[in-house]
Antibody, heavy 121, light 112 residues
Framework: QVQLVQSGAEVRKPGASVRVSCKAS????????IHWMRQAPGRGLEWMGW????????NYAQKFQGRVTMTRDTSIGTAYMDLSRLKSDDTAVYFC??????????????WGQGTLVSVSS | DIVMTQSPDSLAVSLGERATINCRSS????????????LAWYQQKPGQPPKLLIY???TRASGVPDRFSGSGSGTDFTLTINSLQAADVAIYFC?????????FGGGTKVEI
């Protein structure tokens, strides 16, 4: 079955960086975009950007420009999200999701299980 | 960016009764070229990722019970849960995927 499995929880100090991975299985990795979202404790969902695993092309939300980098390794079907210069309000659960694009976007489905990133001094 | 506004923030419904959740977008998410509304509904239970329930505003995702239904077009949408079950206790989000950045409603917590 189609599945996205994310890496485990991370704890970082302010100013540090973090990498979250998202391993895809059950479908052709390069045929679908990977989008990244986050959800701060008790808060709603925030879209961070996407990567096209076929080309490596990316598009980031303006809020994260300069701090986020999305990459992929097609040989192992894994996407990565790096976030730098972490602040306490980056504490959140980070999700990846598979999204189809064929002239227009499709809904996000499925989602990874989520990765908690905690930022604290 | 398209702003998604959900109401109510929370909702208490008796078992077997109906729950109705509303979502409004700040601009139309209806694409004229295919006459589809780029609007989805998700269900999120504690400690779990969002699960796709409804897409194109009214199409149920695979395996979703038919007590869940979506309606609306343009800027105003509704998620209806008929005959509420205990398993339906969750937070429900709407999302527009008409354009990036994808944006989400603030969520509606459904309780018994």
């Amino acid at each position: 079955q189609v599945q996205l499995v994310q890496s485990g929880a991370e704890v970082r100090k302010p100013g540090a960086s973090v990498r979250v991975s998202c391993k895809a299985s059950g479908y052709s990795f390069t045929a679908y975009y990977i989008h990244w979202m986050r959800q701060a404790p008790g808060r709603g969902l925030e879209w961070m950007g996407w990567i096209n695993p076929n080309t490596g092309g990316t598009n980031y939300a303006q809020k994260f420009q300069g701090r986020v980098t999305m990459t992929r390794d097609t040989s192992i079907g894994t996407a990565y999200m790096d976030l730098s210069r972490l602040k306490s309000d980056d504490t959140a659960v980070y999700f990846c999701a598979r999204v189809e694009y064929n002239g227009g976007w499709h809904p996000s489905d499925p989602w990874g299980q989520g990765t908690l990133v905690s930022v604290s001094s | 960016d398209i702003v998604m506004t959900q109401s109510p923030d929370s909702l208490a419904v008796s078992l077997g009764e109906r729950a109705t959740i509303n979502c409004r977008s700040s601009q139309s998410v209806l694409y004229n070229f295919n006459n589809k509304n780029f609007l989805a509904w998700y269900q999120q239970k504690p400690g779990q990722p969002p699960k796709l329930l409804i897409y194109w505003a009214s199409t149920r995702a695979s395996g979703v019970p038919d007590r869940f239904s979506g309606s609306g077009s343009g800027t105003d949408f509704t998620l209806t849960i008929n005959s509420l079950q205990a398993a339906d206790v969750a937070i429900y989000f709407c999302q527009q995927y008409y354009s990036t950045p994808f944006t989400f409603g603030g969520g509606t917590k459904v309780e018994i």
